[in-house]
């Protein structure tokens, strides 16, 4: 009976070991971010595989009760051990079907309490007495486990890794593409051990966060939902330039907020989208601005014709003169062009567990489907990597961690690094040997490459 339940402990701290192993090794996977097959694929593409070694932790502790259910008297701690083998077979099949980090690290904490629970009952009853060594291993393991997991009242930004935006996603009917890598950072609730890392790590930032910041998970939606945007406006964008759809065109005037106690306010609702004010079709801002300038006085009523929920309502609100100018009407809403979006063709994205969000990618991404749809591709053989967001009329906007990604791709065998204007002094600064070349929109970036295209490697 002795010997199974050493046995049973044993696997209970091996869990534990591989838990504290995991998340070292996960808030240090930058480093190894230049590692590449010889098949071209990327460190962010192998952190998917090694995702599945996770599920050893939940595996260790279910086995780990399952040696000493039997071996206890006590329905009470045979009831504990039951629970903490199906928990942790749960948990290792949401491991292996790649559930988010998020949610995994809360079933994780869950999981965990479950085992330290059972190591300090059940000691306490094989000995009859307090498990004082049991309490000191907990303590420490409790101790680094604070370390790794307790956030402070700051972020940190540091060096992620690139990826290959030609194997990230495809476009139907596109050729494989050449050489194209967007480039990650890490950017998050700084944990105690962080400090420790940015002491050995100079290319580690931490900012106090700010009182309004809103939650992780709240945060965590908000990349991913930029992440998609972006993947849209992308697609858009370089089919349009392939000569494929129209991109992205006006398709209405969304109302995005409503001035409290204004005329709008009770009649129009945040979300709205106006296809027509008096008769008149407006699929722009500018248009019915215009509109309202030259054919609406103050105290006038509009008639509009509006999309809610998808379908067409039509309203009549008063209008108010301006704040700003007493001759124009207003009725009290903020305003902004809805944008279409036609893309015939269909993508299919790879996702990799390290890439949570964001819309730093878009520029690359754009590139990219250029790259597919374009006969003979357009890096020319130029190994390219850049960073920054598309915006619906073609422009590179500015992205955070600009030092930080001009470091990641200063580790790579990247021919020429594209970043926002905005960001080139930043980039020049963390990494002076790379090619940085500092644009404004993605036909700055064809230009270029169409320019350099016989500076390839090999030419």
């Known amino acids: 009976m002795k010997k199974g339940y050493l046995t049973?402990?044993?696997?209970?701290?091996?869990?534990?070991?591989?838990?504290?192993?995991?998340?070292?090794?996960?808030?240090?996977?930058?480093?190894?971010?230049?590692?590449?097959?010889?098949?071209?694929?990327?460190?962010?593409?192998?952190?998917?595989?090694?995702?599945?070694?996770?599920?050893?932790?939940?595996?260790?502790?279910?086995?780990?009760?399952?040696?000493?259910?039997?071996?206890?008297?006590?329905?009470?701690?045979?009831?504990?051990?039951?629970?903490?083998?199906?928990?942790?077979?749960?948990?290792?099949?949401?491991?292996?079907?790649?559930?988010?980090?998020?949610?995994?690290?809360?079933?994780?904490?869950?999981?965990?309490?479950?085992?330290?629970?059972?190591?300090?009952?059940?000691?306490?009853?094989?000995?009859?007495?307090?498990?004082?060594?049991?309490?000191?291993?907990?303590?420490?393991?409790?101790?680094?486990?604070?370390?790794?997991?307790?956030?402070?009242?700051?972020?940190?930004?540091?060096?992620?890794?690139?990826?290959?935006?030609?194997?990230?996603?495809?476009?139907?009917?596109?050729?494989?593409?050449?050489?194209?890598?967007?480039?990650?950072?890490?950017?998050?609730?700084a944990v105690l051990a962080d400090r420790l890392y940015g002491w050995l790590f100079p290319q580690y930032d931490f900012l106090p966060i700010p009182e309004d910041e809103p939650p992780l998970l709240e945060t965590y939606a908000q990349v991913a939902a930029m992440k998609t945007d972006a993947n849209r406006v992308a697609a858009a964008i370089a089919m349009q330039k392939a000569g494929i759809g129209k991109g992205i065109v006006p398709d209405g005037v969304r109302i995005v907020a409503i001035v409290k106690d204004s005329p709008a306010d009770g009649v129009l609702n945040a979300g709205d989208i106006i296809d027509v004010v008096n008769g008149q079709e407006v699929r722009e801002v500018e248009k019915m601005i215009a509109y309202m300038t030259e054919a609406v006085k103050p105290g006038d009523e509009v008639s509009l014709t509006i999309r809610r929920a998808g379908a067409p309502v039509t309203v009549t609100v008063h209008t108010v003169p301006s704040n700003q100018d007493a001759t124009r009407a207003v009725f009290g809403v903020s305003v902004q062009t809805e944008p279409k979006l036609d893309t015939p063709r269909s993508i299919a994205f790879h996702e990799y567990m390290a890439h949570v969000g964001g819309p730093s990618h878009g520029a690359m991404l754009t590139l990219a489907f250029i790259d597919q749809l374009v006969e003979g591709g357009v890096t020319g053989g130029i190994r390219v990597a850049g960073t920054g967001t598309i915006e619906p009329d073609g422009s590179v906007g500015m992205v955070g961690g600009i030092p930080q990604k001009a470091y990641a791709v200063s580790r790579t065998d990247a021919d020429v690094f594209f970043v926002p204007k905005a960001g080139e002094q930043a980039a020049r600064s963390a990494a002076p040997e790379l090619r940085i070349v500092a644009v404004d929109n993605i036909d700055e970036v064809l230009e270029w490459l169409k320019e350099h295209k016989n500076e390839a490697p090999g030419k």
């Open 8 to 189: 049973g402990r044993r696997f209970y701290y091996t869990g534990f070991i591989m838990a504290i192993c995991s998340l070292i090794a996960a808030e240090l996977i930058w480093i190894p971010a230049p590692l590449r097959t010889g098949g071209g694929v990327l460190w962010i593409e192998m952190i998917n595989w090694l995702y599945y070694v996770l599920a050893l932790i939940p595996f260790s502790w279910a086995l780990g009760a399952g040696r000493m259910l039997l071996l206890s008297p006590r329905l009470i701690i045979r009831s504990l051990r039951i629970a903490i083998i199906v928990f942790n077979l749960v948990l290792a099949g949401l491991l292996i079907a790649q559930t988010s980090i998020l949610t995994m690290l809360v079933i994780l904490v869950a999981a965990a309490a479950l085992v330290i629970t059972d190591l300090l009952v059940s000691g306490s009853i094989v000995r009859g007495r307090v498990p004082w060594r049991t309490v000191v291993s907990i303590a420490v393991m409790a101790a680094t486990l604070s370390l790794l997991l307790i956030p402070t009242r700051y972020s940190v930004t540091y060096p992620g890794m690139t990826l290959n935006m030609n194997r990230y996603a495809h476009v139907q009917g596109g050729a494989e593409g050449g050489d194209i890598q967007g480039v990650l950072v890490f950017d998050r609730p």
